[in-house]
């Protein structure tokens, strides 16, 4: 079965410091992964997917993650934060039958002044 | 392009109850997938449909149904509700390809917030 893991519930950075935040995904296929961001009391947001292209995607507001099936991860980075980023993330990937997305418990990033 | 709707936004609802959740997909998609949001977690999947038929379900008891409708919006039925059914429900429309639903970007709507009391 698939499934996803999101390393650490809360993430707290600075403004302007990196933002990484993990996900490591289990799957017997080639998997397909998406990263959403959820703001409070809205749905979800894609932020960039991955489908067997590039390694390195580029998705919106500055975020980009790395596919490394090597290490079974897709983790989420931005060289910088800002204060509108803050919010919940999740990772997801998408079941290779029917095509339901199977989520992470998600990432709470605070971004401090 | 009109993006994913919900209604409504809110509701609240007492044990026993049924409650009917509105869900209006993008414009071009053909396939809707509706999922549930406890506090705290992430989403889980409750079923799809694609053409309005049910093309998989999850880990739900039977007295969560859909339905879709020609013009692809769909609906979410609960009965009997209970109070861990106290959550946020969310619909996402996807363009459906038989055999590729799973390279396809599915779009949230902002989802209904239910509490049952």
């Known amino acids: 079965a698939q499934s996803v893991t999101q390393l650490g519930s809360h993430v707290s950075v600075s403004e302007g410091a990196l933002v990484l935040l993990r996900c490591n995904y289990s799957?017997?296929?080639?998997?397909?992964l998406f990263w959403y961001v959820q703001y409070p009391n809205q749905g979800l947001q894609l932020l960039l997917k991955?489908?067997?292209?590039?390694?390195l995607v580029k998705g919106i507001n500055g975020f980009e993650a790395e596919f490394k099936k090597s290490e079974t991860s897709f983790h989420l980075t931005k060289p910088s934060a800002h204060m509108s980023d803050a919010a919940e993330y999740f990772c997801?990937?998408?079941?290779?039958?029917?095509?339901?997305?199977?989520f992470g418990q998600g990432t709470e990033l605070s971004v401090k002044p | 392009e009109t993006g994913v709707t919900q209604s409504p936004t809110h509701l609240i609802k007492t044990r026993g109850q049924q409650v009917t959740l509105r869900c209006s997909s993008q414009s071009g998609h053909n396939t809707v997938s509706w999922y549930q949001q406890a506090l705290g977690q992430g989403p889980q999947f409750i079923f799809q449909y694609y053409r309005e038929e049910e093309n998989g379900r999850g880990n739900f008891p039977p007295r969560f149904s859909g339905l879709q409708f020609p013009n692809y919006s769909s609906e979410l039925n609960v009965n009997a509700l209970e109070l861990d059914d106290s959550a946020l429900y969310l619909c996402?429309?996807?363009?459906?390809?038989?055999?590729?639903?799973?390279?396809?970007?599915?779009?949230f709507g902002p989802g209904t917030r239910l509490l049952v009391l």
């Open positions: 799957s017997s296929v080639p998997p397909y």
């Open positions: 997801a990937v998408s079941d290779h039958q029917g095509g339901k997305l199977i």
């Open positions: 991955y489908t067997s292209a590039a390694t």
């Open positions: 996402a429309s996807s363009l459906g390809l038989a055999g590729a639903f799973q390279k396809e970007t599915q779009y």
